[in-house]
């Protein structure tokens, strides 16, 4: 744990979450919950209203957990991954704020190299990932 530079309870999570075989939804959420949301609300109505309506589009999900690896899944679907200037137009395109998501994949990708995992897609199924295996990690138990 003391290789990973994160909060100990989030390091603790990727751990048992490997023990599991959920490490990619539980490396999307814990780099996800080491930055600041990068979604952008802006303060005055009514852009507020329209751009909470935009970002709906990730939820619907029983869990927050899922509402990173849906926005996860948008943006890196769009993205190839080798120009950032398609992850702005993603941003632009979403109000998401350009350096958060370049952040969230960079702890992403360092967490993954210290961990010594390479995942095939990047794009995470949902299917891949069950919300007690992810409540298990969280919980310890």
Known sequence: MTRLPMDVALSAVLLRARDLGVLQPALIVCSALSIQDPRVVPNDEPERTRIRQLHRK???HKSDFLVYVSMWN???TDWDGKTWNKLRKFCDKNSMHFLRL???V???EQFSRILE???ENKVCPFDSFHRDNL???VSGQ
């Open 58 to 60: 990730f939820c619907g």
């Open 74 to 76: 948008a943006f890196c």
């Open 106 to 108: 960079d702890l992403y």
């Open 102 to 104: 370049r952040e969230w």
């Open 135 to 137: 409540n298990a990690c």
């Open 117 to 119: 995992v390479k995942f």
